[in-house]
């Protein structure tokens, strides 16, 4: 393909693309199709010759869209939010032009430079400790085996890495029953082994009970093992639960535990000042990820990782090959040094394009309109005589059922697995599903950037006309 032709099918591109989001409302949300539909769609064998790129684009409109699931779509109301506000994806089509890879400082002084300049705007925006550093990581999960890698070498000296895990002591992590399965997951791959992943009980309302994790912590000092990390959960995937920071955080100081917090989803809440009661004590942790690709309108992948002290992180990271030396030292960071992988993409860019375009108040009133929806989609289910809600809301997600009239209570599991097939199969809105102590329930949760309280309400509607469908069929 040469320039010329690039001109032409990338203009066709950024048509199709604005087509698409603006006709998106009328898609069901959940791709419609069986397994081994697109297989079937797709020839066995490669192309031998090259194709004729019209043939190639027409394929794509014919093939594509329906295989979607439209995580863009303002019924969607699955999971949590995946956003990609339209500033977003013209910074990601001006990168993937550039395509650098942004490893070192030298290999793209802008992305660098603007990467330290975004981090600190949202530290700024979101009232985050003034003196940390942030990096921008590919996703939440590699942000927190990032941090489980530095709580384990931190705790062994750094001997870890030269002599592996044989013959040290036992490192022992503590979480609650809340924490997100990438915790479990970093865990296994940084050599810890999950039985030494403690689970330190709750409080009545969710919350890690900090008397609890005193207990733990000494039991575990008595039986010779070695206290190291813990995870706290700042809006748990399941139903939006919070621990509190300032309780765990003073236990974790005075044990010396390397303490990350998770709050993926929920972080991108305090950039509204009513919302930051969730990270006070923030600052006596060590680690701290949020999903700005979950809620702050900039698309997959974009995860900010906070350190108190990065000198930790860079020396359980960086590596240090003759291929990679740079003639001169300088005197910004190389980024690679900071993350698992060693190739970056300029990531930063999404953000600058997203903070200029709606402005700090733009953001919040978007995060404030969800949260001030959600309430209202739940306070509709709750009115309702045959639905309850299970939990929350918490920020912008709820978690409720159905629970019709004479139903016994032992099939209301399953008829609300039922309720969320008919959503589901639908199309009209979007919705998963959670177990609260063996309860089956559907989460709701309000996070596109393009929502309205009408879509919202909309959808509200649907489910309650769906339910009786359900019951009555
Ligand atoms: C979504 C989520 C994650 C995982 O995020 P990735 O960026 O996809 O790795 C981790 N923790 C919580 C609480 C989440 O909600």
Redesign the pocket.
């Given at each position: 393909m040469d320039t010329e032709e690039f001109r032409k099918w990338s203009k066709a591109a950024a048509d199709w693309s604005a087509d698409y989001r603006a006709t998106i409302a009328e898609l069901p949300v959940r791709s419609q199709l069986a397994p081994g539909d697109v297989l079937k769609r797709l020839p066995q064998n490669p192309p031998t010759h090259g194709e004729d790129f019209a043939n190639i684009f027409a394929d794509f409109k014919k093939m594509v869209p329906d295989g979607i699931t439209h995580w863009q779509h303002p019924r969607f109301f699955a999971y949590?939010p995946s956003n990609a506000s339209l500033p977003s994806v013209i910074a990601e089509q001006l990168i993937a032009a550039l395509s650098p890879q942004c490893m070192l400082w030298q290999t793209s002084p802008v992305a660098t430079e603007m990467e330290m300049r975004m981090l600190e705007w949202l530290a700024q925006m979101c009232g985050l400790p003034a003196d940390w550093h942030g990096s921008i990581q590919d996703?939440?999960?590699?942000a927190?085996l990032a941090a489980v890698l530095t709580a384990r070498e931190t705790a062994l000296d750094w001997t870890g890495h030269r002599d592996g895990l044989a013959n040290k002591p036992q490192l022992r992590f503590y979480t609650s029953i809340h924490c997100?399965s990438?915790a479990n997951k970093a865990i296994w791959l940084a050599g810890i082994g999950e039985v030494n992943l403690v689970v330190v009980p709750c409080r009545d309302d969710g919350s890690m009970d900090p008397a609890a994790l005193r207990t733990a912590i000494a039991s575990d000092r008595a039986a010779g093992y070695l206290p190291t990390g813990l995870f706290a959960?700042v809006?748990?995937?399941s139903i939006g639960i919070s621990d509190d920071l300032r309780a765990i955080g003073e236990i974790c100081r005075t044990e010396k535990l390397y303490a990350h917090v998770?709050?993926?989803?929920a972080g991108s809440a305090t950039l509204c000042p009513e919302h930051r009661h969730l990270l006070d004590g923030l600052e006596l942790f060590d680690s701290y990820v949020f999903?700005p690709?979950?809620w702050l309108g900039t698309n997959f992948?974009l995860?900010a990782h906070y350190v108190r002290e990065p000198e930790k992180l860079q020396r359980t990271l960086a590596t240090h090959p003759a291929y990679l030396k740079t003639q001169h030292a300088s005197s910004m960071p190389d980024f690679s040094n900071w993350s698992l992988p060693l190739g970056r993409r300029f990531r930063a860019l999404k953000l600058w394009f997203v903070i200029r375009c709606y402005g700090i108040e733009g953001l919040q009133t978007i995060i404030r309109n969800h949260i001030n929806w959600a309430q209202q989609a739940a306070a509709e289910f709750a009115a309702q005589p045959d639905f309850e809600l299970v939990a929350g809301p918490n920020l912008a997600l709820f978690v409720f059922r159905h629970t019709p009239a004479g139903l016994p209570a032992a099939q209301l599991n399953t008829h609300n697995a039922a309720m969320l097939d008919a959503i589901n199969a639908a199309g009209f809105t979007y919705l998963t599903q959670t177990d609260v102590d063996g309860t089956y329930a559907l989460r709701f949760q309000v996070g596109h950037t393009d929502t309205t309280l009408e879509h919202v309400l909309d959808s509200v509607k649907h489910i309650i006309k769906l339910a009786k469908q359900v019951t009555d069929s």
């Open positions: 949590f996703s939440a999960s590699n927190t997100h990438s959960i809006g748990s995937t998770d709050a993926a989803w999903n690709h979950k992948d995860s």
